[in-house]
């Protein structure tokens, strides 16, 4: 099994190792150390021996990012060893460096022990020293540690900090931006959704007609029932084109030249109504959906209906349609039915099922509940939409 490898060296504490050993080396040579040979605590006199900690110390000032712990406690032990020798004044200089980088660059634990441990450290040295030699120069030797290790330590949790701070500041602007463009994108498939929904209802019952009574006039050589196709045609011609140009001012700004026309409401269900019965569906109407309706039911319920007649002019077998409307509990309840049977003709009108996806998207933008599919009546097998839309939420969505 091959051994870790070790992590490499930053550029600048190569550069900062190669300046140390450099200025120890320049300070030895003109015999400069931190104190004379003849201390009693000096027990390597002479100049050789000042070397092998700053070469040392050098080595740990090389490995001050790369591993922050492991410098600290060679260095901690290579200080040790210089207090027994002459010393070097870079020697210590670079100590306190690798204290600096062992906060800043260690673990968030050791980030928040070192200075812990080095203020104990210093006032330990301060109370010792002061009782064992009882003068006030003994205070020195407490500062002297605290300036060796407290003051860098410290220092190095205060940019630590500031560190972590602007990170967690960059790290949040990044969250909002990302949270901005998820919502902007939820905005953009919203719109769209909301405009593919108006653009089906608003012209599929109109090119529904279109296609069904083109095909009659077409299939059929009878110049009454021709002519009466075209009159449906152009008819449903106009009216789609009115919708389409009402899309059109939704979609354009303030600014336009197309003034948008206002939504639909439940006011309309008789022209809605009739217009089916002119496209040649046996409509009945019983609404009583009471006043005040909040308007984005008015036009969810108008469309609603407006979609099952059209499902129902392609694909509904002879026989009447019923659309029901009624306010109770809360909610106005809507409910359209079709003749269903299993040996009718195909579908006059292709179709994609977009406008059973519609009415569902639209009951649930107003949390309420949606059913379509056939069922058993006693005028036999019908196809029903039913779809319950809650007031209370829809006032609320308004608001």
């Known amino acids: 099994m091959a051994a870790p490898r070790l992590p490499r060296p930053h550029r600048f504490d190569a550069y900062a190792a190669l300046a140390g050993l450099l200025g120890g080396l320049l300070l030895w040579g003109f015999g400069l150390a931190t104190r004379p040979g003849d201390e009693p605590i000096v027990l390597l006199p002479g100049a050789w021996p000042v070397l092998v900690p700053l070469a040392v110390m050098a080595c740990c000032e090389l490995a001050r990012r790369a591993a922050p712990r492991a410098a600290l406690l060679t260095a901690t032990a290579t200080l040790v060893l210089d207090t027994v020798t002459q010393g070097n004044l870079v020697t210590l200089v670079m100590y306190t460096d690798v204290m600096y980088a062992a906060v800043l660059y260690g673990t968030p634990a050791s980030a928040r022990r070192l200075p812990w441990i080095t203020g104990l450290l210093s006032v330990v040295a301060t109370v010792a020293s002061f009782a064992a030699w009882r003068v006030p120069e003994a205070l020195l030797i407490g500062a002297a540690v605290a300036i060796m290790t407290f003051t860098p330590a410290s220092t190095g949790l205060i940019v630590r900090n500031h560190r972590d701070a602007a990170e967690a500041a960059r790290l949040r602007a990044e969250q909002t931006a990302l949270l901005a463009e998820l919502d902007r994108a939820q905005a953009v498939t919203a719109e769209r959704a909301r405009m593919a929904r108006e653009l089906h209802d608003m012209v599929a019952n109109h090119l529904s007609a279109i296609a069904i009574h083109s095909t009659a006039a077409l299939s059929l050589d009878d110049p009454a029932t021709t002519r009466q196709a075209l009159g449906v045609i152009r008819e449903n011609s106009v009216e789609g084109l009115a919708e389409m140009r009402r899309l059109i001012g939704i979609l354009r700004d303030s600014s336009g030249d197309v003034e948008p026309v206002a939504a639909p409401t439940l006011d309309g269900l008789g022209a809605l109504v009739d217009g089916a019965r002119a496209n040649g569906l046996d409509v009945v109407l019983e609404a009583d959906p009471g006043e005040g309706l909040p308007a984005p039911v008015e036009l969810a319920a108008y469309r609603i209906v407006q979609e099952s007649l059209t499902n129902a002019l392609k694909h509904a077998a002879p026989g009447q349609v019923t659309v029901v409307l009624g306010r109770r509990d809360g909610a106005l309840h809507i409910t359209v039915t ?45 196809w029903a939409v039913r779809a319950v839309l809650p007031l209370i939420e829809a006032e609320g969505a308004s608001a």
């Open 338 to 382: 079709s003749p269903y049977g299993e040996d009718r003709d195909g579908p006059r009108a292709p179709g994609s099922g977009a406008g059973l996806v519609g009415m569902r998207e639209r009951v649930a933008l107003l949390r309420g509940s949606f059913a379509a599919g056939p069922e058993v009546s006693p005028d036999g097998r019908v």
